[in-house]
């Protein structure tokens, strides 16, 4: 799996979120991009990516598009509307674009993966590439996965294990 950490100015949801498919399909790539309000670290997205291909793998995936899969997990939600509140939208954003090659092929996953991020990253949406992802808002992150300033009481785990909980918790929930 490969980020892209950037800020984004998106003109145009729609043709932003179908050029990332084109590219994706061109290489032989998912690629999803997240409003890094959301997410919580790196780990957060690669644990969304491993339970989503489990998920696909035995057949009780809710979305037929694997990019989608990752982000209902990545969001801890079975409502694709809901998870979608985690993607980026029109205007300015910070951004994690993720590139994963599909599970089971092995023909130069990392070339395939490194070439579709040059290719997102020349996008004119992206704005400028820097690091975005140690930037998250706790306040959003606590409001998105519904972690209680109780729990938080509780527990000595940071915010970001909480998160990956929550992720982690959306099989138990199937």
Known sequence: MKLLE????????DAFVSRLGEIGDGHGVTVQAFDTRYV???RHLERAVELADRSIER???VARDRAVEILLYAAGRRQID???EMGVGEGENRAAILIDAEPGRDDGNDDREAAALEEVAEL???ASRESTL????EETLCDFFEVTDAERAATDAPLSALVRERVALLEVEK
């Not at 950037?6 to 949801?13: A, E, F, H, P």
């Open 6 to 13: 950037c800020r984004l100015s998106v003109d145009d949801l």
């Open 40 to 42: 919580a670290d790196r």
């Open 59 to 61: 057949g009780e995936n």
């Open 82 to 84: 809901r998870a979608l």
């Open 124 to 126: 004119e949406a992206v």
């Open 134 to 137: 140690p930037e998250s808002d």
